[in-house]
């Protein structure tokens, strides 16, 4: 068996990966498995990890990788790659930190939640591992079922329900933590990566493709900022701000819009957003309103 095609198995994932190590033979070239334990996280790492699994939120760093991913149904992540030549560490650990970013990986390694395996002497282990998930299958529909009840289309008309009591850890743990994260909400997958552009120099950036998505990561780790584009669909911007805004009266949200007269940027502005960029925006602009709404949050 031959290099595989980087790409996401999302469908029978169990299946399929079985499939595949019943065709390794120990004459081919040496493979090996990463496994990030989804399965044994909290239920809000699960979660987030179940939302961002269901955005695609690891396809842009699977595609540049000779990595193949496959997401089982109990939230387990199995990662197969030809053993490498070189640093496998680093696309691993970029996409494992698209997936949990708040999350270290280097953490996760040290907790046994993210697991390494040479699949030559860990084939038994492995193949019974899927075997007891694929008979498991039936028990875990509900769960098959949480990550697509979890996407926006389904909960269009629904509210979106805070959690005070983990919000209050979050705030506690960004009290306290080293590096500092924006999340960045916009349904626009290039407008997100050239905020990510911008930002990384000061911030872990945190892409939200939704608002119930970016709701869900603010309500669990309470980022220092957030840029919150105003037309969002299934969950409008002002909608999101409104959420942010009443449990964490004192966050920082800077609106995207691309129109700075519109009456739904000065409504924004009147509900507490700290500021806006217009699209298409420049790097200086927006570090110059990300400046800004740090140095507001200062005074």
């Excluded at 953490?107 to 075997?131: A, P």
């Excluded at 926006?152 to 009290?175: C, I, M, N």
């Excluded at 920082?252 to 806006?276: C, E, H, P």
Aim: glycine share 4%; hydrophobic share 40%.
């Amino acid at each position: 068996m031959g290099r595989l095609s980087p790409q996401i198995v999302a469908k029978d994932a169990e299946r399929a990966l079985l499939d595949c190590l019943l065709q390794l033979s120990y004459g081919d070239l040496p493979w090996e498995v990463a496994i990030l334990h989804g399965s044994q996280m909290n239920p809000t790492s699960r979660n987030i990890l179940r939302l961002r699994e269901a955005n695609a939120s690891i396809s842009h760093n699977i595609y540049r990788t000779d990595i193949t991913a496959y997401l089982c149904s109990d939230s387990d992540i199995f990662f197969l790659y030809p053993e490498p030549v070189g640093d496998i560490w680093s696309p691993l650990h970029a996409i494992v930190k698209e997936l949990l970013p708040f999350l270290d990986p280097h953490q996760l390694v040290e907790k046994k939640l993210f697991t390494f395996h040479d699949v030559t002497h860990s084939y038994e282990h492995l193949f019974h591992m899927l075997r007891s998930k694929i008979s498991l299958e039936e028990a875990y529909k509900e769960v098959h079922n949480i990550a697509n009840t979890l996407k926006p289309s389904s909960l269009e008309h629904a509210p979106y329900v805070w959690d005070p009591s983990l919000f209050e850890k979050a705030l506690t743990q960004r009290g306290s933590r080293k590096e500092q994260f924006a999340l960045v909400i916009d349904d626009d997958s290039i407008q997100r990566q050239l905020a990510r552009e911008v930002l990384c120099a000061e911030y872990g950036v945190v892409p939200a493709p939704d608002g119930y998505e970016g709701l869900a990561l603010y309500n669990a780790y309470a980022p220092e900022i957030v840029f919150l584009d105003i037309d969002l669909p299934h969950l409008d911007g002002l909608s999101v701000l409104r959420m942010i805004l009443q449990n964490d009266p004192d966050a920082i949200v800077v609106m995207f819009t691309a129109d700075s007269r519109s009456k739904t940027l000065q409504q924004a502005l009147s509900i507490g957003a700290k500021g806006f960029v217009t699209k298409p925006f420049s790097a200086s602009n927006m570090l110059q309103h990300a400046k800004r709404a740090r140095a507001a949050k200062m005074v």
